[in-house]
């Protein structure tokens, strides 16, 4: 998975001999072997020293000092280990109870801490996922066993081998391809959607996953659609109820706070954009620790060159949940909600209200709208659209003046360099009949309009967006 780090925070008085009340506690200084060009990766770090009262004039009895607790780095190797090779044939899994009998068929993951297979009962595939007897998994199948969504890999049982090995089998799932970045939009923010589904799910319960990578997704092809599920929750806690001992620190997914042991159901958000932001660029997002480096992540996420709608609007929903405190990151509701996963009735019927709204003469959604505007529709939006549609608006807005002299409703002139009279004709054009021409540059439904406007205007729907949610104090206006 990357660089790593195991973090382990030790309560148990075993581990610790009695000391003196009148030495200092003394900790280990994190091991730095094999850490190379990783090793300042955290200087502002520290260990946590534990300090007694000192004695009193008379001797009373003292209670027992209590343990200190201790924080170890340990590096987990960049290459995972090596997976064994099974032949076409597989084998046989052969359960304590000889009724029970699982064929492995393919190693599909190898971590080091656990293998998964793809297996078969009688006829049904399943995924086996082999654990040593030793490792305790009371925890991931207590949690596992309580989820039921369509978008987490669902429990089935768990059984012991005659090898003295612990298998938990779960439903079937692929793992997602590492092409993924090329798939088309609808099929990753399928996959986006379906996984946001899956952490509000966990959040309600909630409940921490910590491990949301590429290596713990998993897809079902049902042919012209596909379901993406959430696995692996052997390093997830239920928040509130139990404090995190152990952790290992995913290079590029990670949340910053995790590196202070401050972590909370937000965690996952962060984790959840950085998984975003490798279906897209097939990249890893930078790990940081401090708000300082915020920097790294703003810029990886600028550095996506295509400057189209989808993109801009891809860039502004990160940014929004890659915030350095979680209490400012996005819900799983409004990543539901933003515009990024719209269809084009959706922006549409943005337009549609913010023309409204304008209309009744606001001029406080006015000003959030007319700023920065110029990035939008540079120093004439009418120069960028073409010359055939420029006449046949010209040609609709002579007819509403003569409407006008009739005594109808007075038609806005066209004025080339405001954001309100762009949207206002967008909304014209979507709510009216629309003539040949407009027909034959921008289709005649909904999808091919705004394929026409957004192609013209790329950070028109992201712009208004942002606009509105500032007029209607960071909520949206439906």
């Known amino acids: 998975m990357g660089n790593c780090f195991s973090v382990k925070n030790e309560r148990d008085q075993n581990h610790y001999p009695r000391q003196n009340r009148n030495e200092p506690s003394s900790l280990s200084p994190p091991p730095t072997t094999r850490l190379n060009a990783q090793s300042n990766l955290y200087p ?7 300090t007694t009262q000192a004695p009193e004039a008379i001797p009373v009895p003292q209670p027992q000092p209590q343990p200190v607790p201790q924080i170890q780095y340990v590096y987990l190797p960049l290459i995972p280990p090596p997976q064994e090779s099974i032949d076409s044939s597989g084998f046989t899994v052969l359960s304590k109870n000889p009724h029970l009998r699982y064929k492995a068929n393919s190693l599909i993951q190898n971590d080091g801490m656990a293998k998964i297979y793809i297996g078969y009962l009688s006829d049904k595939k399943v995924l086996l996922k082999e654990f040593s007897i030793k490792q305790n998994i009371d925890s991931e199948i207590a949690i596992l066993s309580s989820l039921d969504h369509k978008n987490i890999i669902k429990f089935i049982m768990k059984f012991e081998a005659l ?7 779960t439903d079937f799932g692929e793992k997602i391809s590492r092409s993924l970045h090329l798939k088309n939009d609808v099929y990753k923010k399928d996959a986006m959607m379906h996984l946001t589904s899956a952490v509000d799910y966990l959040q309600k319960m909630e409940i921490i996953h910590f491990q949301i990578v590429p290596e713990n997704i998993f897809v079902v092809n049902h042919g012209s659609s596909c379901t993406f599920k959430l696995g692996n929750f052997s390093k997830s806690i239920v928040s509130q109820t139990k404090t995190l001992k152990q952790f290992q620190c995913i290079e590029g997914y990670t949340a910053p706070e995790i590196f202070m042991q401050n972590y909370s159901l937000a965690s996952d958000i962060w984790s959840l954009g950085c998984l975003f932001y490798y279906f897209v660029t097939a990249q890893k997002m930078n790990t940081i620790i401090n708000q300082i480096q915020m920097g790294r992540v703003i810029g990886k996420i600028k550095s996506i060159k295509e400057e189209t709608t989808s993109i801009i609007l891809f860039k502004d929903l990160l940014i929004k949940m890659l915030k350095f405190q979680g209490s400012k990151r996005l819900s799983t509701a409004d990543i539901q909600k933003h515009p990024y996963f719209w269809n084009a009735k959706q922006m549409i019927d943005l337009i549609v209200n913010v ?22 529709i540079g120093d004439s939006w009418v120069q960028r659209i073409d ?18 002299r009739g005594g109808g409703k007075k038609k806005e002139d066209l004025n080339e360099t405001s954001i309100k009279s762009l949207i206002t004709t967008i909304r014209n054009i979507s709510v009216h009949d629309r003539s040949s021409i407009m027909i034959f540059y921008m289709g005649d439904n909904d999808e091919q309009l705004m394929d026409y406007w957004n192609l013209k205007f790329p950070y028109l729907i992201e712009h208004i967006y942002n606009a509105t949610l500032q007029y209607n104090n960071k909520e949206n206006i439906y």
């Open 355 to 376: 023309s409204r709204i304008m209309e009744r003469d606001d001029n406080e959604l006015k000003t959030f709208l007319f700023k920065g505007s110029s990035r939008v």
């Open 44 to 50: 502002n770090l520290s260990t946590p020293t534990f």
């Open 387 to 404: 010359e055939d549609v420029t006449t046949e608006l010209k040609v609709i807005k002579k007819n509403y003046r003569n409407f006008n």
């Open 163 to 169: 090898n003295n090995r612990l298998f938990l089998v």
